[in-house]
């Protein structure tokens, strides 16, 4: 018995690093304009509350988000399902790994 319990304990610690991994980070953005929902401003910079709600978002580089993400103001926000992460696109193509999602590259699972 001591045996499963050690290989669940595994499975499970592997999954939730797999799944904070994927997820996009949720981290202080450069603020334009009014910062997103789970933000609040610092100088020039949005900075994610202690709230515990706050999603990770990415600046928004057109007037639409990547699939996945939702709007909120001039940000994209991580829907709660989502488990990828984007990063905005230069040029026509995305980097190994990723694909094209409008003006974005999510990465691949």
Excluded at 76 to 84: A, D, G, I, K, Q
Excluded at 90 to 107: A, Q, V
């Amino acid at each position: 018995m001591p045996h499963i319990a050690s290989l669940l304990l595994l499975s499970t610690s592997t999954f939730l690093s797999v799944v904070a991994f994927a997820q996009q980070p949720i981290r202080p953005l450069p603020k334009v304009g009014s910062c997103p929902l789970g933000y609040y401003s610092s100088g020039n910079y949005c900075v994610p509350s202690s709230s515990g709600n706050t999603r990770g978002a990415i600046e928004k580089s057109s007037s639409s988000c990547p699939l996945g993400f939702f709007s909120s103001g001039n940000y994209c926000l991580n829907s709660p399902s989502n488990e990828r992460e984007a990063i905005q696109k230069t040029g026509s193509s995305c980097p190994l790994g990723w694909f094209s999602s409008g003006s974005y590259c999510l990465k691949s699972r």
